[in-house]
């Protein structure tokens, strides 16, 4: 069974833009959650998404959201992008219908901010 | 709100040496979970091992197993017989039980393990 997959796998964007970064989940899993790997706060809970729904959201400002599709592939937005943005974007997936709800992580997405 | 604390930012032994890994949580939570995830230098996050919190038995995995002791709110990670490969930033993580993973899981700061030949 193929692994999450995230795609770019390296961006580079200056302030003020915008960015979508995509990923895709185990086949199988409806669960999508993200994460914000940073040298300085560490790794930081985005949101999660089940069947199409955002059932939380961390302490994140609003610039910060996220989507996900009917074939439970999830797009995550930044807007106005700040130099603090920069990080590791990292998504797992996991199948909450299980007994248990482990998370599977993508490789994850490197983000620079100019 | 949990927290997650590893007390050890960094550790070094030699190959095939056997190694321990300190965590320690808090949660008022009765039902959770909690996890080992590996990041070698590539940063792709590798599950390592999880426990159950209403289980006693500790988790193993291979040359992977935990010490949890509930009471104490401790989720220490055994590496027997360590390999080179073992090298990487391990982080303790917690999810709470209820709610189906909707709350995302808590890191803590992670340690940095080095497996010197």
């Known amino acids: 069974k193929a692994g999450v997959t995230q795609t770019p796998r390296y961006l580079i964007k200056t302030r003020g833009q915008q960015v979508t970064l995509s990923c895709s989940p185990i086949?199988?899993?409806?669960?999508v959650s993200w994460y914000q790997q940073t040298p300085g706060q560490g790794l930081q809970f985005l949101f999660e998404?089940?069947?199409?729904?955002?059932?939380n959201k961390g302490n994140f400002p609003g610039r910060f959201s996220g989507r996900q599709f009917s074939n439970s592939r999830s797009e995550m937005n930044v807007s106005t992008l700040e130099l603090g943005d920069s990080a590791l974007y990292l998504c797992?997936?996991?199948?909450?219908?299980?007994?248990?709800?482990?998370?599977?992580f993508g490789p994850g997405t490197r983000l620079t901010v100019l | 709100a949990q927290t997650v604390t590893q007390s050890q930012p960094e550790m070094s032994v030699q190959e095939a040496e056997t190694v321990t890994l300190s965590c320690t949580y808090d949660?008022?939570?009765?039902?959770?979970?909690l996890f080992w995830y590996k990041q070698p230098p590539s940063r792709q996050m590798i599950l390592v091992i999880r426990?159950?919190?209403?289980?006693?038995q500790n988790a193993t995995e291979n040359r992977f197993s935990v010490n949890f002791q509930k009471a104490a709110k401790s989720f220490s990670l055994k590496i027997s017989d360590s390999q080179l490969g073992d090298t990487a930033m391990y982080f303790c993580?917690?999810?709470?039980?209820?709610?189906?993973?909707?709350?995302?899981?808590?890191f803590g700061k992670g340690t940095h393990l080095i497996i010197q030949p």
């Open positions: 086949s199988g899993h409806r669960s």
């Open positions: 998404y089940f069947s199409e729904t955002q059932r």
């Open positions: 426990q159950e919190a209403y289980k006693q």
């Open positions: 993580a917690f999810m709470k039980g209820s709610g189906g993973g909707a709350d995302g899981l808590t």
């Open positions: 797992a997936s996991s199948s909450p219908d299980k007994y248990t709800d482990t998370q599977y």
């Open positions: 949660t008022s939570e009765s039902n959770y979970y």
